[in-house]
Protein backbone atom coordinates (compact mmCIF):
# COMPACT_ATOMS: atom_id res chain seq x y z
CA UNK A 1 0.00 0.00 0.00
CA UNK A 2 1.14 3.56 -0.78
CA UNK A 3 0.93 6.22 1.73
CA UNK A 4 -1.45 8.49 1.42
CA UNK A 5 -0.17 11.71 2.03
CA UNK A 6 -2.64 14.34 2.74
CA UNK A 7 -0.27 17.53 3.07
CA UNK A 8 2.90 18.79 3.93
CA UNK A 9 2.23 21.07 6.86
CA UNK A 10 3.99 24.04 8.18
CA UNK A 11 5.03 23.76 11.46
CA UNK A 12 4.63 27.59 11.62
CA UNK A 13 1.77 28.73 9.93
CA UNK A 14 -0.22 25.41 8.88
CA UNK A 15 0.45 26.29 5.32
CA UNK A 16 -0.25 23.05 3.05
CA UNK A 17 2.12 22.58 0.15
CA UNK A 18 0.96 19.04 -2.18
CA UNK A 19 3.95 16.44 -2.43
CA UNK A 20 4.55 17.23 -6.12
CA UNK A 21 5.76 20.18 -5.67
CA UNK A 22 8.83 19.14 -3.95
CA UNK A 23 8.78 21.93 -1.24
CA UNK A 24 11.41 21.76 1.49
CA UNK A 25 10.37 24.39 3.33
CA UNK A 26 7.51 27.12 4.41
CA UNK A 27 8.36 30.15 1.77
CA UNK A 28 6.93 32.34 4.36
CA UNK A 29 8.35 31.40 7.34
CA UNK A 30 12.02 30.57 6.28
CA UNK A 31 14.12 27.33 6.49
CA UNK A 32 13.80 27.44 10.57
CA UNK A 33 10.29 28.22 11.52
CA UNK A 34 8.89 26.87 8.07
CA UNK A 35 10.12 23.21 8.51
CA UNK A 36 7.41 20.87 7.31
CA UNK A 37 5.45 17.77 8.29
CA UNK A 38 4.52 15.12 6.48
CA UNK A 39 0.26 14.47 6.98
CA UNK A 40 -1.07 11.59 6.00
CA UNK A 41 -4.84 10.32 5.89
CA UNK A 42 -5.03 8.26 9.06
CA UNK A 43 -8.64 8.10 9.09
CA UNK A 44 -8.81 6.10 5.84
CA UNK A 45 -5.67 4.47 6.81
CA UNK A 46 -6.68 3.47 9.62
CA UNK A 47 -9.64 1.44 7.58
CA UNK A 48 -7.39 -0.90 5.58
CA UNK A 49 -4.26 -1.32 7.73
CA UNK A 50 -3.71 -3.07 11.04
CA UNK A 51 -0.53 -3.34 13.30
CA UNK A 52 2.18 -5.05 11.80
CA UNK A 53 2.18 -8.51 13.89
CA UNK A 54 6.15 -8.73 13.38
CA UNK A 55 8.43 -5.89 12.19
CA UNK A 56 10.23 -6.48 9.03
CA UNK A 57 12.38 -3.30 8.84
CA UNK A 58 11.93 0.38 7.47
CA UNK A 59 9.23 -1.61 4.90
CA UNK A 60 6.99 -2.75 7.63
CA UNK A 61 5.87 0.90 7.76
CA UNK A 62 5.37 1.79 4.24
CA UNK A 63 1.98 2.68 4.37
CA UNK A 64 3.06 5.39 6.84
CA UNK A 65 6.12 6.40 4.48
CA UNK A 66 6.07 8.85 1.71
CA UNK A 67 8.00 7.00 -1.26
CA UNK A 68 6.13 4.99 -3.61
CA UNK A 69 7.43 1.25 -2.94
CA UNK A 70 9.61 -0.64 -1.19
CA UNK A 71 11.61 -1.16 -4.44
CA UNK A 72 13.00 2.15 -4.09
CA UNK A 73 15.22 1.52 -0.55
CA UNK A 74 18.23 1.14 -0.01
CA UNK A 75 18.92 -3.09 -0.72
CA UNK A 76 20.90 -3.34 3.03
CA UNK A 77 18.96 -4.71 6.02
CA UNK A 78 17.42 -1.60 7.76
CA UNK A 79 16.12 -2.92 10.50
CA UNK A 80 14.60 -4.14 12.70
CA UNK A 81 17.16 -3.19 15.33
CA UNK A 82 17.50 -5.26 18.68
CA UNK A 83 15.45 -4.03 21.49
CA UNK A 84 16.91 -5.74 24.53
CA UNK A 85 15.54 -5.47 28.14
CA UNK A 86 19.61 -4.60 29.57
CA UNK A 87 18.64 -6.90 32.88
CA UNK A 88 22.14 -6.63 34.39
CA UNK A 89 22.44 -2.90 33.69
CA UNK A 90 19.06 -2.18 34.87
CA UNK A 91 19.67 -4.08 38.26
CA UNK A 92 23.07 -2.25 38.54
CA UNK A 93 20.73 1.18 38.70
CA UNK A 94 17.65 -0.04 40.39
CA UNK A 95 15.14 -0.49 37.40
CA UNK A 96 13.04 -3.30 36.78
CA UNK A 97 12.25 -2.34 33.10
CA UNK A 98 14.58 -0.71 31.16
CA UNK A 99 15.01 -1.04 27.62
CA UNK A 100 17.98 -0.27 24.76
CA UNK A 101 17.08 0.29 21.79
CA UNK A 102 20.41 -0.56 19.19
CA UNK A 103 20.29 1.57 16.68
CA UNK A 104 24.05 1.05 16.28
CA UNK A 105 23.28 -1.83 14.77
CA UNK A 106 21.90 -0.40 11.31
CA UNK A 107 24.49 -0.90 8.43
CA UNK A 108 26.27 2.28 9.02
CA UNK A 109 26.26 2.04 12.96
CA UNK A 110 23.96 4.98 13.17
CA UNK A 111 20.20 5.55 13.54
CA UNK A 112 21.15 7.88 10.33
CA UNK A 113 20.67 5.46 8.72
CA UNK A 114 16.67 5.32 8.65
CA UNK A 115 16.73 8.68 7.12
CA UNK A 116 19.44 8.00 4.62
CA UNK A 117 17.47 5.33 3.43
CA UNK A 118 14.37 7.54 2.62
CA UNK A 119 16.23 10.16 1.27
CA UNK A 120 17.72 7.86 -1.03
CA UNK A 121 14.39 6.61 -1.87
CA UNK A 122 12.83 9.92 -2.76
CA UNK A 123 15.58 11.46 -4.59
CA UNK A 124 15.54 7.98 -6.87
CA UNK A 125 11.84 8.64 -7.52
CA UNK A 126 12.46 12.82 -8.37
CA UNK A 127 15.29 11.58 -10.53
CA UNK A 128 17.74 13.74 -8.93
CA UNK A 129 21.52 12.68 -9.87
CA UNK A 130 23.23 14.33 -6.70
CA UNK A 131 22.27 14.03 -2.63
CA UNK A 132 24.20 16.49 -1.12
CA UNK A 133 24.31 16.84 3.07
CA UNK A 134 26.13 18.50 5.62
CA UNK A 135 27.49 16.37 8.72
CA UNK A 136 28.67 16.15 12.04
CA UNK A 137 30.02 12.79 10.95
CA UNK A 138 26.89 10.28 10.82
CA UNK A 139 24.80 11.36 8.45
CA UNK A 140 27.36 11.61 5.87
CA UNK A 141 28.86 8.29 6.68
CA UNK A 142 25.41 6.68 6.67
CA UNK A 143 24.35 8.72 3.25
CA UNK A 144 27.88 7.00 1.79
CA UNK A 145 27.69 3.58 2.99
CA UNK A 146 23.94 3.69 1.46
CA UNK A 147 24.40 5.17 -1.77
CA UNK A 148 27.33 2.80 -2.53
CA UNK A 149 24.89 0.02 -2.10
CA UNK A 150 22.32 2.02 -4.42
CA UNK A 151 24.55 3.34 -6.94
CA UNK A 152 23.86 6.66 -5.92
CA UNK A 153 26.32 10.09 -5.52
CA UNK A 154 26.82 11.46 -2.17
CA UNK A 155 28.64 14.73 -1.27
CA UNK A 156 29.49 15.00 2.12
CA UNK A 157 30.13 18.20 3.82
CA UNK A 158 32.15 17.63 7.29
CA UNK A 159 33.85 19.58 9.89
CA UNK A 160 37.41 18.38 9.54
CA UNK A 161 37.67 17.31 12.64
CA UNK A 162 35.07 14.80 12.38
CA UNK A 163 36.60 11.32 13.85
CA UNK A 164 38.55 9.37 11.50
CA UNK A 165 36.27 6.58 11.55
CA UNK A 166 33.73 8.42 10.06
CA UNK A 167 35.72 9.58 7.44
CA UNK A 168 36.80 7.19 6.51
CA UNK A 169 33.21 5.13 6.36
CA UNK A 170 32.27 8.18 3.73
CA UNK A 171 35.91 7.40 1.76
CA UNK A 172 35.73 3.97 1.80
CA UNK A 173 32.00 4.30 0.85
CA UNK A 174 33.09 5.91 -2.16
CA UNK A 175 31.11 9.29 -1.10
CA UNK A 176 32.88 12.74 -2.45
CA UNK A 177 34.38 13.39 1.01
CA UNK A 178 34.69 17.38 2.02
CA UNK A 179 36.26 18.16 4.93
CA UNK A 180 35.67 21.87 5.80
CA UNK A 181 37.99 23.86 7.85
CA UNK A 182 34.91 25.08 9.92
CA UNK A 183 32.12 23.47 12.07
CA UNK A 184 28.75 21.71 11.58
CA UNK A 185 27.09 25.21 11.23
CA UNK A 186 29.61 26.20 8.20
CA UNK A 187 28.90 22.98 7.09
CA UNK A 188 24.99 23.63 7.32
CA UNK A 189 25.01 26.80 5.60
CA UNK A 190 27.32 25.74 2.89
CA UNK A 191 25.36 22.68 1.69
CA UNK A 192 22.24 24.36 1.48
CA UNK A 193 24.19 26.93 -0.73
CA UNK A 194 25.71 24.62 -2.68
CA UNK A 195 22.58 22.01 -2.92
CA UNK A 196 20.39 25.87 -4.54
CA UNK A 197 23.25 26.53 -7.01
CA UNK A 198 23.17 22.82 -8.25
CA UNK A 199 19.87 21.97 -7.78
CA UNK A 200 21.35 19.06 -5.81
CA UNK A 201 18.90 17.17 -3.94
CA UNK A 202 19.04 18.19 0.04
CA UNK A 203 19.99 15.76 2.86
CA UNK A 204 20.28 17.97 5.61
CA UNK A 205 18.60 17.68 9.24
CA UNK A 206 15.03 19.88 9.29
CA UNK A 207 15.12 21.76 5.86
CA UNK A 208 14.11 18.16 4.31
CA UNK A 209 10.92 16.91 5.63
CA UNK A 210 11.22 12.76 4.88
CA UNK A 211 14.34 12.65 6.93
CA UNK A 212 11.54 12.84 10.22
CA UNK A 213 9.52 10.28 8.41
CA UNK A 214 12.97 7.81 8.05
CA UNK A 215 14.01 8.59 12.40
CA UNK A 216 10.34 8.12 12.96
CA UNK A 217 10.28 4.35 12.43
CA UNK A 218 12.55 3.83 15.56
CA UNK A 219 9.86 4.80 17.84
CA UNK A 220 6.84 2.27 15.72
CA UNK A 221 9.44 -0.33 15.15
CA UNK A 222 10.08 0.12 18.91
CA UNK A 223 6.29 0.39 20.17
CA UNK A 224 5.65 -3.13 18.39
CA UNK A 225 8.97 -4.91 19.86
CA UNK A 226 7.29 -3.45 23.23
CA UNK A 227 3.81 -5.37 22.08
CA UNK A 228 2.49 -1.76 22.00
CA UNK A 229 2.92 -1.01 25.40
CA UNK A 230 4.92 1.87 24.81
CA UNK A 231 5.69 2.78 28.51
CA UNK A 232 6.69 5.92 30.75
CA UNK A 233 9.70 8.03 29.75
CA UNK A 234 12.23 7.86 26.45
CA UNK A 235 15.13 8.95 26.33
CA UNK A 236 17.83 10.45 23.22
CA UNK A 237 20.27 12.11 22.88
CA UNK A 238 20.10 15.63 20.75
CA UNK A 239 21.67 17.98 18.74
CA UNK A 240 19.38 19.58 15.94
CA UNK A 241 16.28 18.15 17.42
CA UNK A 242 15.32 15.83 14.38
CA UNK A 243 15.57 12.38 16.09
CA UNK A 244 13.39 13.83 19.24
CA UNK A 245 10.91 15.64 16.98
CA UNK A 246 11.03 11.90 14.89
CA UNK A 247 9.77 10.22 17.55
CA UNK A 248 6.97 12.32 18.98
CA UNK A 249 5.50 12.10 14.82
CA UNK A 250 6.01 8.33 14.75
CA UNK A 251 3.84 7.55 18.40
CA UNK A 252 1.44 10.38 17.67
CA UNK A 253 0.46 8.87 14.01
CA UNK A 254 0.18 5.38 16.26
CA UNK A 255 -1.72 6.63 19.06
CA UNK A 256 -4.13 8.38 16.17
CA UNK A 257 -4.43 4.82 14.43
CA UNK A 258 -5.10 3.47 17.88
CA UNK A 259 -2.30 1.59 18.19
CA UNK A 260 -0.93 2.68 20.78
CA UNK A 261 -2.71 3.94 23.65
CA UNK A 262 -0.59 6.36 25.43
CA UNK A 263 2.59 8.56 24.68
CA UNK A 264 5.79 8.49 26.85
CA UNK A 265 7.38 11.23 27.74
CA UNK A 266 10.33 12.37 25.48
CA UNK A 267 13.28 13.23 27.22
CA UNK A 268 15.73 15.20 24.54
CA UNK A 269 19.35 15.02 26.44
CA UNK A 270 22.32 17.59 25.60
CA UNK A 271 25.71 17.71 26.45
CA UNK A 272 26.33 20.82 28.94
CA UNK A 273 28.99 22.19 26.47
CA UNK A 274 26.25 22.11 23.46
CA UNK A 275 23.06 22.64 24.99
CA UNK A 276 20.83 25.24 23.02
CA UNK A 277 18.26 23.67 22.80
CA UNK A 278 18.02 22.40 26.48
CA UNK A 279 18.65 26.31 27.38
CA UNK A 280 15.67 27.36 25.39
CA UNK A 281 13.10 24.38 27.39
CA UNK A 282 14.39 25.97 30.58
CA UNK A 283 14.21 29.67 29.59
CA UNK A 284 11.42 29.65 27.52
CA UNK A 285 12.82 31.88 25.40
CA UNK A 286 13.40 31.24 21.20
CA UNK A 287 16.42 29.37 20.87
CA UNK A 288 19.64 31.18 20.38
CA UNK A 289 22.87 30.37 18.91
CA UNK A 290 25.67 28.25 20.80
CA UNK A 291 28.84 30.06 20.29
CA UNK A 292 31.22 27.71 21.07
CA UNK A 293 30.42 23.97 21.60
CA UNK A 294 32.45 21.86 23.62
CA UNK A 295 31.54 18.27 24.64
CA UNK A 296 33.23 14.66 24.20
CA UNK A 297 30.08 13.75 21.98
CA UNK A 298 31.06 15.18 18.66
CA UNK A 299 27.98 13.81 16.72
CA UNK A 300 25.47 16.35 19.12
CA UNK A 301 27.83 19.29 19.33
CA UNK A 302 25.70 21.43 17.39
CA UNK A 303 25.25 25.16 18.07
CA UNK A 304 23.17 25.92 16.02
CA UNK A 305 20.35 23.31 16.14
CA UNK A 306 17.76 23.23 12.87
CA UNK A 307 15.19 21.24 14.08
CA UNK A 308 14.45 23.39 16.95
CA UNK A 309 10.74 23.69 16.62
CA UNK A 310 10.05 19.88 15.92
CA UNK A 311 12.18 19.44 18.96
CA UNK A 312 10.61 22.06 21.58
CA UNK A 313 6.71 20.18 20.21
CA UNK A 314 7.84 17.24 20.83
CA UNK A 315 8.97 17.77 24.72
CA UNK A 316 6.27 20.05 25.09
CA UNK A 317 3.93 18.00 24.00
CA UNK A 318 4.58 14.45 25.34
CA UNK A 319 5.42 15.95 28.61
CA UNK A 320 9.03 15.40 28.66
CA UNK A 321 11.74 17.70 28.44
CA UNK A 322 15.49 18.61 27.39
CA UNK A 323 18.05 18.04 29.85
CA UNK A 324 21.62 18.45 29.92
CA UNK A 325 24.53 16.27 30.98
CA UNK A 326 28.45 17.33 31.51
CA UNK A 327 30.74 14.91 29.54
CA UNK A 328 31.66 13.54 32.89
CA UNK A 329 28.21 11.63 33.09
CA UNK A 330 28.31 10.54 29.16
CA UNK A 331 31.45 8.98 29.96
CA UNK A 332 29.87 7.72 32.63
CA UNK A 333 27.18 5.74 30.62
CA UNK A 334 29.45 4.52 27.89
CA UNK A 335 31.17 2.21 30.77
CA UNK A 336 28.12 0.71 32.04
CA UNK A 337 26.78 -0.10 28.62
CA UNK A 338 29.67 -1.58 28.11
CA UNK A 339 30.47 -3.24 30.87
CA UNK A 340 27.15 -3.99 32.23
CA UNK A 341 25.14 -4.43 28.77
CA UNK A 342 27.52 -5.41 26.07
CA UNK A 343 26.49 -2.31 24.29
CA UNK A 344 29.48 -0.03 22.85
CA UNK A 345 28.23 3.11 22.02
CA UNK A 346 30.15 6.67 21.04
CA UNK A 347 29.50 9.17 23.40
CA UNK A 348 26.52 10.81 21.53
CA UNK A 349 24.72 7.39 21.12
CA UNK A 350 25.48 6.94 25.57
CA UNK A 351 23.96 10.26 26.05
CA UNK A 352 20.77 8.95 26.39
CA UNK A 353 22.03 6.43 29.42
CA UNK A 354 23.38 9.60 30.43
CA UNK A 355 20.06 11.21 31.29
CA UNK A 356 18.78 8.13 32.80
CA UNK A 357 21.29 8.42 35.37
CA UNK A 358 21.13 12.02 35.64
CA UNK A 359 17.24 11.14 36.05
CA UNK A 360 17.10 8.52 38.57
CA UNK A 361 19.84 10.54 40.87
CA UNK A 362 17.38 13.25 41.01
CA UNK A 363 14.41 11.18 41.34
CA UNK A 364 12.48 12.00 38.12
CA UNK A 365 12.05 8.34 37.35
CA UNK A 366 10.43 5.87 39.37
CA UNK A 367 12.16 2.12 39.65
CA UNK A 368 9.26 0.77 38.62
CA UNK A 369 9.05 2.61 35.11
CA UNK A 370 9.30 1.30 32.09
CA UNK A 371 12.20 3.43 30.58
CA UNK A 372 13.46 3.51 26.89
CA UNK A 373 16.92 4.70 26.25
CA UNK A 374 17.67 4.80 22.42
CA UNK A 375 21.37 4.43 21.59
CA UNK A 376 21.95 5.73 18.62
CA UNK A 377 25.37 5.36 17.28
CA UNK A 378 28.05 2.65 17.45
CA UNK A 379 31.21 3.16 19.90
CA UNK A 380 33.74 2.14 17.19
CA UNK A 381 32.79 5.08 15.27
CA UNK A 382 34.87 7.36 17.87
CA UNK A 383 37.63 5.71 18.81
CA UNK A 384 39.25 9.03 20.11
CA UNK A 385 36.34 8.73 22.80
CA UNK A 386 37.33 5.25 23.42
CA UNK A 387 41.04 6.03 23.50
CA UNK A 388 40.56 8.49 26.07
CA UNK A 389 38.56 6.01 28.74
CA UNK A 390 41.08 3.39 28.15
CA UNK A 391 44.40 2.12 29.31
CA UNK A 392 45.91 -0.54 27.56
CA UNK A 393 47.68 -2.86 30.51
CA UNK A 394 51.78 -3.51 30.23
CA UNK A 395 52.29 -6.95 27.84
CA UNK A 396 53.25 -9.30 29.78
CA UNK A 397 55.42 -12.50 28.91
CA UNK A 398 54.05 -14.93 26.98
CA UNK A 399 53.93 -17.39 29.69
CA UNK A 400 51.06 -19.46 31.06
CA UNK A 401 52.32 -18.32 34.42
CA UNK A 402 52.24 -14.66 33.18
CA UNK A 403 48.89 -14.80 31.49
CA UNK A 404 47.68 -16.43 35.07
CA UNK A 405 49.84 -13.76 37.24
CA UNK A 406 48.09 -11.17 35.21
CA UNK A 407 44.37 -12.58 35.53
CA UNK A 408 44.87 -12.99 39.11
CA UNK A 409 45.73 -8.80 39.37
CA UNK A 410 42.20 -8.17 37.69
CA UNK A 411 40.58 -10.62 39.78
CA UNK A 412 41.51 -9.11 42.58
CA UNK A 413 41.08 -5.35 41.35
CA UNK A 414 38.12 -5.82 38.72
CA UNK A 415 34.49 -6.21 39.96
CA UNK A 416 33.75 -9.09 38.67
CA UNK A 417 34.58 -12.50 39.80
C1 LIG B 1 24.77 9.10 17.31
C2 LIG B 1 23.86 10.28 17.27
N1 LIG B 1 23.01 10.48 18.30
C3 LIG B 1 22.17 11.54 18.35
C4 LIG B 1 22.17 12.48 17.33
C5 LIG B 1 21.25 13.65 17.45
O1 LIG B 1 20.31 13.72 16.44
P1 LIG B 1 19.58 15.09 16.09
O2 LIG B 1 20.63 15.96 15.44
O3 LIG B 1 18.49 14.71 15.19
O4 LIG B 1 19.13 15.70 17.37
C6 LIG B 1 23.03 12.32 16.24
C7 LIG B 1 23.08 13.30 15.13
O5 LIG B 1 24.05 13.43 14.42
C8 LIG B 1 23.89 11.19 16.20
O6 LIG B 1 24.74 10.98 15.18
ZN1 LIG C 1 4.83 28.70 7.12
Known sequence: MVAMVSCLACVTCDACFTPDEHTMTCPRCG????????????????????????????????????????????????????????????????????????DSFLPSLSLKDRAS?????QSAEWGSTTIIAASTGNAASSLATLAAATGQRAVLVVPEDAPRAKLAQIALHGGVLVPIRGTYDQAFDLST?????????????????????????VAMETALQLEWRVGDVWYVGVGDGCILGSL???????????????????????????????????????????????????????????????????????GGAIRT???????????????????????????????????????????????VALITGHGLKDQAALRRMFRAPTPVAATPEAVLAAAEAWRRNGTRE
Not at 194 to 217: D, H, I
Open 248 to 318: WKGLSELLALGWIDTMPALIGVQASGAAPLAHAWESGRPVEPWPLTDTCADSIAVGHPRDWVKALRAARAS
Open 193 to 217: RVAALQSWYVRSTAVNPVLAEGKKT
Open 117 to 121: ALALA
Open 31 to 102: PELGTLDYRFDLDTLATRYSRPAISEGLATWLPLLPIAGASSLPPLPLGPTPLIKASRLARHLGLKDFWLKL
Open 325 to 371: VPDERIAQAMRLLADHAGVLAEPAGAASVAGVLTALEQGQVGKSDRV
